[in-house]
């Protein structure tokens, strides 16, 4: 008997190209997408289970699990989350808020070098993936000098950091591309001269690669604000909107960066947005370094051993390199934390899917995929 | 937030540390909350989640405007106190597509149904998962307790 039918394809949880364990039920009209639904909950840990059994400073090392290619951001909202409910009682020294953002913004660079990678190798392009697994490899070695870590750092502590940076990472501005992996103006220095034009060059301004990612998955700016869409969705899709300029934390209010911003809100755009996002992460970097090499200081504030923050409530949001995380610490006055809510933008993200999805055809999916930039372990907790 | 205040003279508010303001205001009035926030221009749900005081749920939704013009807007957090048992309450999903997820969730969590939400199952823990709600205070895994694994031994 011959007939049409509409076709339900996994894709997934093991496909390669979903990041992790990611489901997507797929219905299919022959090429077309008709209808497109995301099934998670393969990598649940209980991490805001978890995290009310423990005290405060033991959860900063579930936050680096959840979204595991950008721990220090994870680690930077939930600390500044506990700092600000204890009020004025712990004021953070000020190098150890220039060591934060400039470690952020170096994982910021991590986790968008991966993300352009492994968009690019989904789309068929291996050699990209390997450029970035080369350039990524040089920050995490300086992430290892620094906190000991190269992936989960534990490395930010209520009140500060753990610990000063070592001797002679910095380096001068001198320094060239034999010192990428030594010193951080060594890297950054080689960041600007090599890795951000190579980008542009290898895959921005590749023909194919173009052709798959102009006009696929369109958001516009109204449905990526209802959908809750941020960072580089929300700026793909033509909103001017940075939590580090709109709503600024930490020490963002004295640095100098520009928030670059996409028409169409394509796939291409929200790549567009995520590479020039580098560039301005190593400005940040810069005025960072520039900083830090003429103020020594301490960078731990002087806090109780044990800490018991009074009580009271607080959604503390920062950008971070998927969009915007916030976290939810709700105090009773004890030592451990009450409630912890994880808001994180990879999950709210996964909407998207259902909405972008339709009428594309199946490789399609991959790129739009590719594009918000989903890690499950975010996705999950 | 003075269009809440004029609305709800009555209902409770309060400022975090950080700026924030949070209104609580009765279940029955929530849609009618959401939606004056929702006209004065605070049309991005960032969150939907719900705290276990243990005799009461609570639930807060927050909410922020984004316009890249402002600078420092403080969230607004609406927050409805419900039973333990059988909460419901209007769902949001339909005015913030965003928040479909994020009430998904909190009903896999916390046992709080959202009536007219679009696609009302779990999301996290498997469809068919009868052990209740885990993030409620006095959640106890029931599940049997798995057999410890016996090491292997090799043949001497």
């Not at chain 2, 975090?16 to 205001?25: A, I, R, S």
């Not at chain 2, 939400?117 to 049997?144: A, E, M, S, V, Y």
Request: with cysteine; net charge neutral.
């Amino acid at each position: 008997m011959e007939r049409t039918q509409e076709l339900l394809v996994n894709m997934g949880p093991q496909h390669p190209s979903t990041h992790g364990v990611l489901r997507l039920m797929v219905k299919l009209d022959g090429e077309q997408v008709t209808w497109c639904e995301p099934d998670i909950g393969y990598l649940h840990r209980c991490f805001e289970k978890l995290s009310e059994q423990k005290t405060y400073p033991q959860v900063i090392p579930f936050t680096d699990r959840t979204d595991y290619l950008a721990a220090l951001l994870n680690e930077m909202c939930y600390v500044e989350a506990v700092e600000k409910l204890f009020g004025d009682a712990i004021v953070v020294p000020e190098r150890a808020q220039y060591i934060r953002v400039m470690m952020a913004e170096l994982q910021r660079i991590t986790s968008h070098l991966l993300a352009l990678g492994s968009m690019a190798m989904d789309l068929g392009a291996v050699t990209p993936f390997l450029y970035c697994w080369r350039d990524r490899e040089k920050i995490y070695s300086l992430f290892e000098r620094i906190t000991g870590g190269r992936m989960l750092y534990n490395y930010l502590r209520i009140g500060g950091v753990r610990n000063d940076l070592p001797e002679g990472i910095i380096g001068t501005p001198q320094d060239g591309e034999d010192k990428a992996d030594k010193t951080i103006w060594g890297f950054i220095n080689y960041f600007d001269a090599y890795v951000y034009p190579q980008w542009k060059e290898l895959v921005t301004g590749n023909r194919i690669f173009q052709y798959r990612t102009q006009k696929i998955g369109v958001l516009t700016a109204e449905q990526a604000i209802a959908y809750a869409a941020s960072g580089a969705v929300l700026r793909g899709s033509g909103v001017k909107w940075d939590l580090r300029k709109n709503l600024p934390y930490s020490i963002y209010d004295r640095l100098e960066f520009d928030i670059p911003v996409g028409k169409n809100g394509d796939c291409f755009d929200r790549w567009w947005v995520r590479q020039e996002e580098m560039f301005q992460s190593s400005r940040i970097v810069k005025q960072c370094l520039a900083w830090l090499a003429e103020n020594p200081g301490p960078v731990m504030a002087k806090v109780p051993r044990v800490l018991k923050p009074p009580k009271g409530e607080i959604y503390h949001r920062i950008e971070g390199a998927r969009g915007e995380v916030a976290c939810y610490v709700v105090s009773d006055g004890g030592t451990n934390p009450y409630k912890v809510k994880w808001r994180s933008p990879a999950f709210t993200h996964l909407q998207l899917m259902p909405l972008l999805c339709p009428g594309h055809k199946v490789a399609d999916i991959i790129a739009i995929l590719g594009s918000i930039d989903v890690v499950l372990g975010e996705v999950d907790r | 937030m003075d269009f809440l205040k004029e609305r709800f003279p009555e209902a409770q508010f309060e400022t975090h540390v950080n700026g924030d303001t949070e209104v609580l205001v009765p279940a029955e009035r929530y849609e009618e909350a959401v939606r004056a926030c929702y006209d004065a221009g605070f049309t991005y749900c960032s969150c939907v989640t719900a705290i276990d005081w243990q005799d009461r749920l609570t639930l807060v939704t927050s909410l922020a405007r984004i316009n890249p013009e402002e600078v420092g807007v403080p969230n607004l957090h609406i927050k409805v106190d419900l039973p333990r048992q059988g909460a419901r309450i209007w769902s949001i999903a339909n005015l913030y597509p965003g928040a479909n997820w994020h009430e998904r969730e909190t009903y896999d969590m916390y046992g709080i149904r959202f009536d007219g939400h679009p696609n009302h199952r779990r999301i996290l823990l498997p469809d068919n998962w009868q052990g209740g709600h885990p993030l409620l205070k006095d959640f106890t895994d029931r599940r049997p307790k798995r057999p410890r694994l016996v090491r292997h031994r090799f043949a001497e």
